[in-house]
């Protein structure tokens, strides 16, 4: 009888939508024909629909990646880290939807002059698509605010485990706030020195050759990578953690399911990341050729760096298949749109290469990375950003709302394009590495030194006790048992608890 009566009313409702639409389009037309008429007109003369549909469904993926990185991170640490993991991810991303709208979005896409923009704070002064390029202004800042979330994200990688969550809160502000947003507008915003004009290095470089990041490598992930390394050092190592000159290594994860499956998310959400940075569906060459070099680059970094560490162990090693593959991706999500299959798969394969690599060089240099964040964004980052002066084709130019224009391909020194093309990568990673790598260092030093529980680092006991119970007050699992439920705690026998 409920279902009969729910029935009913649904069936209802639908008649009552589908009058008042019928009715609407009538009347609607018969009263305002001509208004309706031009405001359509000038819609579709700045509006592009599907471009800004692209860019939408674009975003939703990049966005989705966070979801990755949760279940990457939490699986890779230690089962006493994965509430903080957890939480720092949700967090941050509350905090940098906050900050991008209030003021990341005005400093890096407002205009301004080379270094800084200063337009739209609190998107004020929003018009119908954003600077000329046809996508909705709103569709355009989500999908941007999706880039700036991500390169948050990258940041907590090298800290979990000892880092406070105000001070995640504390340095997740001002990366989130000012230094994402202020070196992205110097690449991507308008009249940025590195994008546009390339500043006081304008002469070491030929007339129109500027610094190019297709979909990020330097801008999301080498800031993202170069923060987190400051932060490992500032902080130091997790207690009881040995490293592999001293005849230790990494904890082990306490959940590869979880970890491979946010390692698969995240390549799925690359397919919004690269070829949504297209920002048109008109260029359909183009997101094709992107999408292509993407998989390419992923598929060979990941057999790649498999390959090159089973002589040492004998062992067919999951982790760094995964790792493997994200470096591959980072790698080649700047030079993705000018470089053939080939140059993805070359890339890809020395992505491999560097990631086990720079795993080697932190355990050397004692720096505790418990996600592997350092060598898969920052080195990979900076590779595949000097890749676009190797390997772009010099076929291809930049895509714009109505398609592909080649009238001015980017071309790297392996296909004849010369040094300068190069040498404009070159400066803009190190640009990256030195300004924003020194503030890091400086930011983080400075919060490692606060009072009490405002220090960038929790105290001893505080760690040995479990970051997850003393932060965030309950473990991550629980038992089922008849007497109820029987949590699992830094006594239980199966929480690890590090050797000091």
Known sequence: MVGVILAGKLLGVAALLALMKVTGSIFGAQAGASTLSRAATGAADTINPINTMWVLVTAFLVFFMQAGFMALEAGVARSRETVNVLMECVFDTCLCGIL??????????????GLIGHQHFFLSGMTADYNGTGIAFLAFFLFQLAFADTASTITSGAMVGRTSFKGDILYSIVVSGFIYPIFGHWVWGPGGWLGNTMGWFHGLVPDGVV??????????????????LMGAIALGPRLGRRFARDGGGLFPPHDLVMASIGAV?????????NPGSTLSAMDWEGIGRVAGNTTLAACAGGMVAVLFVYPRSRKWDLGMSLNGFLGALVAITAPCYWVNPLGAVLIGAIAGLIVPLGVDLLEHLRIDDPIGAVPVHLV??????????LFATGEYGIPTPKGADNTNPITGLLYGGGTGQLVAQVIGSAACLAVVGGFALVLMTALRRLPGTWNLRIGRDEELEGIDVVEHGLPPYHLESGAGVVYVTPTSPNFDRPKT
Request: contains cysteine.
């Open 100 to 113: 991008f709208w209030a003021i990341g979005f005005a400093f890096m896409f407002g205009t301004g002059n």
């Open 211 to 228: 610094f190019r990041d297709f979909a990020g490598s330097t801008v999301v992930h080498s800031v993202g990578g170069v923060v987190a």
């Open 265 to 273: 998310i995240l390549w799925f959400g690359w397919y919004g990341f």
């Open 380 to 389: 990979c980052g900076v590779f595949g950003t000097i890749a676009v002066g």
